[in-house]
């Protein structure tokens, strides 16, 4: 998790496995740091749906418009369809009431836009200046799943998320025969 390519091209030289780099936007300075770094490697790349102007877009629209430019410099920079995360940037709700739904909006929009691609979002962002973050947190979540997201910046040891995420899964069809949510049963993880 860094904009400094130098530091990037060291943490992949120790880490193990296949790295997922967060993250990348239209950021002109962030891409001439980044891109020659991750340019035809195997890592994850998580690519904010912000311009160049550092502003987060606040409509759905202008989020997949970023996402259009991100994806075309992606792919000619050798990264893989399938190895990017587009990240259409959770906001905090109490600052604007259209924050939730243009947030999920864009996660339709761009799964359904872009064959291949995968969703992301740190999803607490969400939830700041709230009261009792964790019940907006899970909520949200329960619904980024149902509008496509398939990944997820948050607390793995929240139980009642953790729980929420499996049953939202079983019922979405991403669980067959819902063997996580029966394993995670088994082994006492579900917490109501």
Known sequence: ?????????KAMNVHKGTPMINSIS?????QAALL???RGTDCKII???MGDRGTPPETADDRISVADDLVETLQKNDIPTENIYLDPLAQCLSTNDTYGIEFLNSIQM?????????????LSNISYGLPKRKI????FMV???KSGMDAAITNPKDRKMMSNILAAEALMGKDPFCENYLMAYRDEKLEE
């Open 1 to 9: 998790d860094s904009a400094n390519g130098k530091a990037v091209e």
């Open 26 to 30: 239209m950021d002109s300075e962030q």
């Open 36 to 38: 020659p770094v991750v």
């Open 47 to 49: 690519g904010l749906c």
């Open 110 to 122: 761009l799964m359904s836009r872009f064959e291949g691609i995968h969703t992301i979002c740190g």
């Open 136 to 139: 907006v947190n899970r909520v």
């Open 143 to 145: 619904m980024a799943i």
